[in-house]
């Protein structure tokens, strides 16, 4: 018989014996007969498919079971329920026992039995869904096992207690995990003893089913560890105890009156554990590559959109051009139909006088000639414009509608799928409660855990990651800090130690932290076992600080105890904790003071974030910074700023700054900004304030942050990254951490100098406008933009500092042409040196002859190719 054919029966047969169980309590309560009819039903169903599955014993027991079901139901009779639901548990065992028995198959000796048992290789897909089903039950052990203490009558927690640990038994052999499920099987049956002997539940109880669960925790990851040999001794020496002490305690009498009560406490513990609650919504477990790989996808998702919004906004901006320039296509229209169709009227005038009388003259009759038709096409034609620019502006804002729904629903599967990876804080509690208690009594102290923000939910594989060194920073604070009970007392403190642990966000970071109220951290103490070990000399450790001096308890080797134990470690493994938070970008910090306590803070990068970022250009590139390492955004006047470089300190809204140029962070050779002001962006980092002028902030943006892998993971104040919607990378920079390494130089050169040269391109035409600035930039010259001598006159004006090397412009430009700019140029001081080349279609020498003698450097014609462009510049620059 097949394996999954057994699994399937059992299933079956649980769900029908629970009905069952639930049938007899509610007869037994409500005198419903018709719920002795629904057991029969189950009953009978069970005992027709048993058979099948070939389980002798369970044949049985189950005919017997049926039986007495079938003797009740005629003869009613309040003891007889009572012995019922006693064979039901002794029918649930032996389905308990098929279930373990059916993962051996063919077996010709129990002696291969054995071998077989010891050899059993470990499925590692089950043990996964093991460890993470066995998580669940070892917590609830946890919460119950303090509810009982609170209350060593609630059967309940009692009840759940024994439900959790025969759940571990049956899953824990069927993955092979023997020594675990025999030591659960043993808890099972203190807990069935504790049932049928409430009055034994004390101390010393907890205490052992503490340590069963401590024992069952280490050996879910090692199935027979070594280090809890002594334990398992131990738990069955006192199991055995207990149970001895019991029956030498009880009399004869009390013995023969408790077998008579044995079925009515099995009843009520069984009345509370079976009554059916609400069903369970159904559960699927998801390796979290899955969710990673989901995640990835949602993030192409958003990157496209991005692009899809870039491309849309492009769009608006050609459809609100076309509608303006529609605009102007009616107005001339219309300029030219007034303007010249009264001429045109008038020479008809004129002619009409020579010639012989028609029969109409030409106020009572229109005749239309060539130029009509012509101008009525032109009207039409910028009608037809004018309502295709509509239509097109109409179908822009649906689309736009419909993108911001779709943004909307995107954002919300982001989150949903982001948060599927959460999981709160308090998930830890109970084992740092048991670490903490274990702990204690092992160092005979007293102490009280607090867990603080335990709602707060934080990516499982941080949860993952940060249990170990929450363990041993509170194993540390016991060891190390919470002193004895009677010490405490002495000095006036409670005699219980209080340890708080808890966590908060702060930005795109999880800080976690361990406080104690213990003595502190002996900072002479730790300055001696330096120079001992020769770690730093005598002259270095009169220079240390008390912060310096904390810092050394994260050496490898020092420690301040005398006597070193697995436990003791604020210097043994203290370095192992810095290395292994450090490995995944985060820090670790430590504050002390003498008889108040001491407080670590572990502070680690979320591991992949939306996060709201500024974004700065600085050259050719662009960066990012979180928003809020960003104080505040203003502006001042670059004389103010300069100046203030050069003196080293920025006075503003009360506050001194550090000014400094953002490329000169990066150590870059950048073109600065020719406005006469400087936006900067202020940011504070405890005593250290900075002023960082940029030459460009964008529109803050909520962007998907990417953890960065490879060589460049290991630059301390790169956060991660991010797609652009052109499929540029852009970095996103902890700014704090890029100041704290920065170390500024005076500028001692002119920004002049070694320069990339500047070109100024004044056309009325935006094609021809982009295309020249596309051959300006690629040849790594920068260039500047202006649609005619008016607006290019501004843009000098604003770049009074820094001129362009050399302008060139149009001659047909609105509101002013092409010589009025040129003239205005040569007669303006500051601007009379900067050569001038006109491009242009005109090839006349006329035109020549006036633009060289309003003094232009050169003159050439459309069309032309980069090459020319590229040498006559350099000709008038030589």
Request: charged letters at 30%.
């Amino acid at each position: 018989m097949s394996s999954e054919f057994l699994d399937a029966f059992i299933a079956e047969a649980r769900l029908y014996l629970d009905q069952i169980r639930y049938s007899l309590i509610s007869y037994e309560t409500e005198n419903d007969k018709e719920q002795l009819q629904k057991a029969l039903d189950c009953s009978a169903k069970i005992n027709a498919a048993v058979p099948i599955v070939g389980l002798s014993d369970l044949v049985n027991l189950l005919a017997s079971f049926h039986k007495n079901l079938l003797d009740l139901f005629s003869n009613p009779s309040i003891s007889k329920v009572k012995q019922l639901l006693l064979e039901l548990q002794s029918i649930e065992s032996e389905i308990d026992k098929a279930r373990l028995n059916s993962q051996v198959i063919d077996l010709e000796s129990v002696e291969e039995f054995e071998q077989l048992n010891e050899t059993f290789e470990v499925d590692q897909e089950m043990l996964e869904i093991f460890l993470s089903e066995a998580e669940e039950h070892f917590q609830n052990i946890s919460r119950n096992i303090e509810l009982l203490k609170a209350d060593k009558h609630d059967k309940v927690a009692l009840s759940e207690i024994r439900r959790s640990f025969h759940t571990l038994k049956g899953s824990a052999g069927i993955v092979g995990l023997k020594h675990m499920s025999e030591l659960a099987h043993k808890i099972e049956d203190l807990l069935d003893y504790l049932v049928q002997n409430p009055e034994r539940i004390d101390d010393t109880t907890f205490q052992l089913l503490s340590t069963a669960l401590t024992c069952l925790e280490i050996m879910s990851y090692s199935e027979n560890p070594s280090q809890i040999d002594e334990k398992l001794q131990e738990i069955e020496n006192q199991i055995s105890l207990l149970k001895q002490e019991t029956i030498k305690q009880k009399p004869v009498k009390d013995a023969v009156a408790e077998s008579s009560d044995t079925y009515k406490i099995a009843a009520d513990l069984t009345t509370q554990q079976q009554i059916p609650q609400e069903v369970p919504r159904a559960v699927i477990r998801v390796s979290i590559d899955r969710l990673d790989e989901l995640a990835r996808l949602t993030d192409e998702i958003t990157i496209l959109s991005s692009f899809f919004e870039n491309q849309l906004s492009k769009l608006k901006q050609q459809v609100e051009e076309l509608r303006y320039n529609s605009l102007r296509f009616a107005r001339l229209s219309s300029k030219i139909d007034t303007d010249f169709g009264s001429l045109e009227r008038t020479a008809d005038l004129i002619r009409n006088n020579d010639l012989p009388q028609r029969e109409f003259d030409a106020l009572e009759f229109d005749r239309y000639t060539e130029f009509h038709q012509t101008s009525l096409e032109l009207s039409e034609t910028a009608s037809d414009t004018n309502t295709i620019s509509d239509e097109l502006l109409a179908i822009s804002r649906d689309i736009s509608l419909t993108f911001n729904s779709q943004q909307k629903l995107v954002k919300d599967i982001r989150d949903k799928l982001l948060r599927l990876r959460m999981i709160p804080f308090s998930t830890l509690s109970q084992r740092l409660q048991r670490a903490v208690q274990v702990t204690a009594d092992e160092e005979d102290k007293k102490v009280e855990l607090l867990i603080e923000n335990g709602e707060v939910e934080v990516d499982s594989e941080i949860i993952h990651l940060v249990s170990e060194p929450l363990l041993h920073l509170l194993r540390n604070a016991i060891s190390h800090g919470i002193e004895k009970p009677e010490i405490r007392r002495a000095m006036g403190k409670p005699e219980y130690g209080k340890i708080k642990v808890g966590v908060h966000l702060e930005d795109n970071h999880v800080v976690f932290y361990v406080e104690d109220d213990g003595q502190g951290i002996l900072i002479e103490k730790l300055k001696e076992k330096a120079l001992q070990m020769k770690i730093l000399s005598p002259e270095e450790i009169t220079k240390l600080s008390n912060e310096e001096a904390l810092n050394l308890i994260f050496v490898s080797g020092l420690s301040t105890v005398s006597e070193l134990s697995e436990i003791a470690g604020r210097g043994i493994g203290m370095d192992v904790v810095r290395t292994c938070v450090e490995r995944f970008k985060g820090n670790v910090a430590v504050k002390s003071e003498y008889q108040r306590g001491t407080v670590f803070k572990l502070t680690l990068p979320v591991a992949l974030s939306i996060t709201k970022v500024l974004p700065v250009k600085c050259g050719d590139n662009l960066y990012a910074f979180p928003l809020k390492t960003v104080r505040y955004v203003t502006e001042v006047t670059k004389d103010t700023f300069e100046s203030a470089i050069v003196e080293g300190n920025l006075n503003l809204r009360g506050k001194s700054y550090k000014p400094v140029y953002l490329d000169q962070v990066f150590n870059a050779q950048v073109l600065r900004t020719k406005e006469k002001s400087v936006t900067i962006l202020l940011v504070e980092d405890h005593d250290r304030n900075f002023a960082i002028g940029v030459e460009k902030i964008l529109k803050p943006e909520e962007f998907v942050i990417k953890p960065i892998r490879g060589l460049v993971a290991g630059i301390d104040h790169l956060v991660g990254a991010s797609m652009l919607s052109d499929g540029r990378v852009m970095p996103v920079l902890d700014l704090v951490k890029l100041l704290r390494a920065f170390s500024p130089v005076k500028p001692t050169t002119s920004p002049k100098t070694n320069r990339e040269i500047v070109v100024m391109i004044v056309d009325d035409s935006p094609s021809v406008r982009k295309v020249n600035e596309k051959m300006i930039t690629s040849i790594g010259w920068q260039a500047v933009t202006a649609k005619d001598g008016l607006e290019a006159i501004e843009i000098l004006e604003s770049f009074i500092d820094d001129l362009p090397d050399v302008i060139l412009t149009d001659i047909e430009m609105p509101r002013m042409d092409g010589y009025e700019f040129i003239s205005a140029l040569k007669n303006h001081e500051l601007f009379k040196h900067i050569p001038i080349l006109v491009i242009t279609s005109r090839t006349s020498d006329k035109h020549k002859q006036k633009a060289f003698q309003l003094g232009v450097s050169s003159y050439i014609t459309k069309p032309f190719d980069q090459r020319t462009l590229i040498e006559k510049v350099n000709e008038v620059l030589k």
